[in-house]
């Protein structure tokens, strides 16, 4: 079971804008900034988001972070196809002295 | 490139030995905090140990307390992870990491 809880799936139309939850607590996203993860099938996890809010460079702006207390978020707007993947929140906890990632969350574009 | 390569996995026998090796490059290595994350066939990603960029600090997920012990070389630019009194459950693709870079994974099956 993870520390920091996604929802396990998440559905929308081509076009459209979906989000994705990520709750934790005050000993991780309480206190430490958010990173978010694609990861197609059979591949690496791959940045999207970093210190919350923030996009590497490649990364289209039609994703964007954000957080809140012990909360956060990512959007996704104008779907695509492409963007048919699992997405994981991580962030370190200062209880367990660990990265801690959430369940994932498959998006299906349908 | 920055660039992240696995090697040592395969395939052994509960209560066995492996050593995972993360050769870097295109980056400063020696000022980089790294991470061993870890994916079970079909399941999420597991934050599995971390090194502080100097060797100094060194956490390690409950699951794997007492038995994995992460290292690194900075003269070689490598990670290591050495894993021992491995268990069936321990079978998964493991990643070497920092935050914006992963490799592509090696594969540590125990059976």
């Known amino acids: 079971q993870s520390v920091l809880t996604q929802p396990p799936s998440a559905s929308e139309t081509p076009g459209q804008r979906v989000t994705i939850s990520c709750s934790g607590s005050?000993?991780?996203?309480?206190?430490?900034?958010v990173n978010w993860y694609q990861q197609l099938p059979g591949t690496a996890p791959k940045l999207l988001i970093y210190?919350?809010?923030q996009r590497p460079s490649g990364v289209p702006d039609r994703f964007s972070g954000s957080k809140s207390g012990t909360s956060a978020s990512l959007a996704i707007s104008g779907l695509q196809s492409e963007d048919e993947a699992d997405y994981y929140c991580?962030?370190?906890?200062?209880?367990?002295?660990?990265?801690?990632f959430g369940g994932g969350t498959k998006l299906t574009v349908l | 490139q920055v660039q992240l390569v696995e090697s040592g996995g395969g395939v052994v026998q509960p209560g066995g030995s492996l050593r995972l090796s993360c050769a870097a490059s295109?980056?400063?290595?020696?000022?980089?905090?790294m991470h061993w994350v870890r994916q079970a066939p079909g399941k999420g990603l597991e934050g599995v140990a971390f090194?502080?960029?100097?060797?100094?600090?060194?956490c390690y997920a409950n699951s794997v307390k007492g038995r994995f012990t992460i290292s690194r070389d900075n003269s070689k630019n490598t990670l290591f992870l050495q894993m021992n009194s491995l268990r069936a459950e321990d079978t998964a693709v493991y990643y070497c990491?920092?935050?914006?870079?992963w490799g592509k994974g090696t594969t540590v099956t125990v059976s």
């Open positions: 990491a920092k935050v914006d870079v």
């Open positions: 295109g980056f400063t290595f020696s000022t980089s905090g």
């Open positions: 090194i502080r960029h100097d060797g100094s600090d060194k």
């Open positions: 005050s000993s991780n996203i309480g206190r430490n900034a």
């Open positions: 210190v919350n809010n």
């Open positions: 991580a962030a370190w906890d200062d209880s367990l002295s660990v990265w801690m």
